[in-house]
């Protein structure tokens, strides 16, 4: 896997929200891949942050993918809304699932991508009994709820795990890890498995966003 192939994905939970339009535009502007929008209700994470409506009036500043990740109770009670605010992916987590076939076959029958997520406890092996109804995997590298929290390595393990069954499996499912990623430690996530990067305070805490972003670039090559 080349540096071309890795996607960038800062998360809005680290940007600035008095100015949200302007942050997504510099995103773009500034070499990223996606905007990954962390939705949290409270419930199943201790935080809540932004729904549907949010993600609607955010679309016209950017052509870029949408990366939807529903930290929610129930998500399939959403999906609708948030294909209709312009979500190309969305990541629902398998902790919030009880019917998560059926949730994953939801979002696929919407027209988008579908996404499951992990927390640092999960244990990846139900995945097998998913992998055709995934267009990506969320592996968690810090509890939801936060940004800026520390990136917990054990993970790496379970990344390269992931990559090792799709490979033996021969899928075509990305690999998006989320929590504590940024220069020091994105080329060894990047080694593991891992195609898509989701970075939050390592770039709209070190601005200019474009410096950011370009920094991770650099520390993978």
């Keep these: 896997m080349t540096d071309k192939n890795i996607k960038i994905a800062p998360s809005l939970l680290s940007a600035d929200f ?33 729904g549907p409506s949010l993600i609607k009036s955010l679309r016209r500043f950017s052509s870029l993918v949408f990366d939807v990740h529903l930290m929610i109770e129930k998500p399939e009670r959403y999906i609708e809304d948030f294909v209709k ?30 996404s499951v997520s992990l927390n640092p406890g999960t244990d990846p092996f139900f995945l097998d009994y998913i992998w055709d109804k995934v267009d990506m995997v969320l592996v968690m590298s810090v509890n939801p709820g936060f ?15 992931i990559y090792r069954r799709i490979k033996d499996e021969g899928l075509n499912v990305d690999i998006e890890i989320d929590g504590g990623i940024g220069p ?9 498995g891992c195609n898509i990067l989701v970075a939050g305070s390592s770039v709209f805490g070190k601005k200019p966003v474009l410096s950011a972003i370009k920094s991770i670039r650099d520390s993978i090559r």
Aim: aromatic fraction near 6%; charged fraction near 25%.
């Design 184 to 192: 020091e430690n994105a080329k060894e996530v990047v080694k593991s």
């Design 85 to 114: 605010s312009g979500a190309d992916i969305i990541t629902v987590h398998v902790e919030t699932c009880p019917h998560l076939h059926r949730t994953l076959q939801m979002i696929r029958d919407s027209g988008v991508k579908s």
């Design 147 to 161: 940004g800026g929290q520390k990136f917990i390595s054990s993970s790496l393990k379970k990344i390269e795990w």
């Design 18 to 50: 008095s100015c949200l339009g302007t942050e997504v535009k510099s995103v773009e502007d500034g070499g990223g891949d996606y905007i990954h929008f962390d939705v949290m209700d409270g419930h199943f994470v201790p935080n809540i942050t932004f």
